[in-house]
């Protein structure tokens, strides 16, 4: 359980990241809403990239 708590963790702290550099740049910057909309895409695949990584799917790239 302690585990599943740890991979969701993950995925929802890479969306929550981008959302908020998303929104930031969308402050800064007159790109409303592209900004939020890409870097919300974003956070949810580098959230996904770090799922895999953190329960070990991923293949051993020797080449062994």
């Given amino acids: 359980m302690g585990r599943g708590f740890q ?3 993950e995925l929802i702290a890479g969306v929550v990241v981008g959302a908020l550099i998303g929104w ?4 800064v910057l007159p790109t409303k809403p592209w ?3 890409v870097f ?3 956070g949810f695949t580098a959230g996904v990239v770090n799922v895999i990584r953190s329960a070990g799917v991923t ?3 020797t080449g062994r």
Avoid: M
């Avoid at 930031?24 to 402050?27: A, E, F, K, S």
């Fill in 59 to 61: 293949p051993d790239r």
């Fill in 7 to 9: 991979l969701s963790s």
């Fill in 35 to 37: 900004g939020l909309i």
């Fill in 24 to 27: 930031g740049l969308d402050h």
């Fill in 40 to 42: 919300v895409l974003l």
